[in-house]
């Protein structure tokens, strides 16, 4: 089993900056993938963002690309999502999640989920 905890969310201004941070605890083992997914109302829950716990090798969704970074602190067993210049099409709940797969995007790989945490960007 897996435990993962977000914290970070929050209301920030359009162009701001939030980093979020997922507590990950449990049996996790270097070939897994931690990943961060986002959800709006009544829309399926998409990427953003994985990194290979064993690695360190990083993906993006194209919509984040080169705003927002995902990094690793091992000591801490800690991912961290930093966004920067912000957009209200960013606002969603977003989600930290483990799968036993490598660098895989489809949620449906991902078997231990966080409980989320809210990011509102306003305009």
């Known amino acids: 089993q897996v435990q993962l905890v977000e914290s970070g969310g929050g209301l920030v201004q359009t162009g701001g900056s939030l980093r979020l941070s997922c507590a990950v605890s449990g049996r996790i083992f270097s070939g897994y993938t931690v990943g961060w997914f986002r959800q709006t109302p009544g829309k399926e829950r998409e990427f953003v963002a994985h990194i290979w716990w064993g690695g360190g090798t990083t993906n993006y969704a194209d919509s984040v690309k080169g705003r927002f970074t995902i990094s690793r602190d091992s000591t801490k067993n800690t991912v961290y999502l930093q966004m920067n210049s912000l957009k209200p099409e960013d606002t969603a709940v977003y989600y930290c999640?483990?799968?036993?797969?490598?660098?895989?995007?489809?949620?449906?790989?991902?078997?231990?989920w966080g409980q989320g945490t809210q990011v509102t960007v306003s305009s």
């Open positions: 999640a483990a799968s036993s797969m490598i660098g895989v995007t489809d949620k449906t790989t991902y078997a231990y």
